[in-house]
């Protein structure tokens, strides 16, 4: 594989400007072509971002661009048949999370991709956001002691509450069955086992506030992981905050070790407090570009540092559906009203 990498991409949605600017700021690559089932949008879309061509058929642009890889950024539902026409051209693959509408269902795509030379990664955004990254920087300098004892995570993004919640951005979100673990609580699932190890144990409450839509938009969630640390994640799409932009941090979180505190604000701050001493600024880079800290830039710099050094994805298929088998678990948990152990 050259260093000048050709792409293709395909949906051209609410999220599919991040994923585009982000590739037109990275250097050594080149998107040659965007596909959506709505042409117009496609068309569009590439004009905004200079790309060369639109396509309505996935497979017509794959055969015709042969390039090196594909960006998914379509609902879950579509992926399978997406993932299989990239395998059968060759093109390595970037796929928005969620992976599949099942947890059987993203163990064939990823197995599929595992039976040849492709290489999948899950487009997990919220572990390469800056706080997170300078957050697990700032535990491996034991900058809190050797120990972390516990996680506190508080989101409300108050998004939900109207008859109308969803339409706007994301409309699919009113139907699904499973909304606020299946599209939201996924990533704090793979930001908690970036900052504390294995999923040991979860219990869980979810509920639906909004009539209006399907799946449940509230609830708490508490883990254990193997390490013997724990964590909350107490969420509602449904309330709203008392900050500007829910959607930067997407909340607020606390970290305790037996040497001190980190604490994390919705404006991106972070502290650290060592026991007996005061709370102090911690200096990190984060700005508000893009989406959320600009993380979707660094996810895909991690996609194409990867793809041209041969080292393994953080987000992997392989890797990536621990995350689901949490998931199952915490669904299992609400239904049952009971702790749940995930069997890793």
């Not at 395909?10 to 596909?35: E, K, N, S």
């Not at 969620?98 to 599929?112: G, H, M």
């Not at 290489?119 to 697990?136: D, G, K, S, T, V």
């Not at 829910?246 to 407090?273: A, C």
């Amino acid at each position: 594989m050259n260093n000048q990498l050709k792409g293709v991409a395909v949906g051209a949605g609410y999220f599919a400007p991040f994923h585009l600017d982000a590739w037109q700021r990275l250097p050594g690559v080149t998107i040659m072509a965007l596909c959506d089932t709505d042409i117009t949008k496609a068309q569009t879309l590439a004009r905004q971002f200079g790309i060369q061509r639109a396509y309505t058929d996935v497979a017509e642009m794959l055969l015709r661009e042969q390039p090196d890889f594909i960006d998914i950024i379509t609902p879950p539902q579509t992926h399978d048949s997406i993932v299989e026409l990239a395998v059968q051209v060759g093109a390595d693959i970037i796929c928005q999370k969620p992976v599949a509408p099942t947890l059987a269902e993203a163990q064939q795509i990823v197995s599929l991709t595992e039976r040849t030379d492709v290489r999948l990664m899950i487009h997990e955004n919220f572990r390469f956001q800056p706080w997170y990254r300078a957050i697990r920087q700032l535990l491996n300098d034991q900058a809190i002691g050797d120990k972390l004892f516990s996680i506190n995570c508080r989101t409300r993004l108050g998004d939900g509450w109207q008859p109308t919640a969803y339409l706007s951005r994301q409309p699919y979100f009113r139907t699904m069955p499973q909304l606020l673990v299946h599209e939201t609580g996924i990533h704090f699932i793979d930001t908690f086992r970036f900052l504390a190890g294995e999923v040991d144990q979860v219990y869980a409450s979810l509920t639906k506030r909004n009539d209006a839509i399907v799946g449940e938009d509230s609830g708490q969630v508490f883990f254990v992981f193997q390490g013997g640390a724990t964590a909350i994640w107490d969420a509602s799409r449904f309330n709203e905050p008392n900050y500007a932009n829910p959607r930067y941090t997407f909340g607020e979180m606390t970290l305790d070790g037996n040497g001190g505190t980190i604490r994390l604000y919705p404006d991106g701050r972070l502290t650290v407090q060592p026991l007996g001493r005061a709370e102090v600024s911690h200096t990190y880079l984060h700005e508000d570009r893009g989406f959320a800290g600009d993380c979707v830039l660094a996810t895909q710099r991690h996609f194409i540092d990867c793809l041209l050094s041969g080292e393994p994805f953080e987000t992997s298929g392989r890797v990536y559906l621990t995350n689901l088998l949490v998931q199952e678990a915490i669904y299992q948990s609400a239904k049952e009203g009971r702790v749940v152990s995930v069997g890793l």
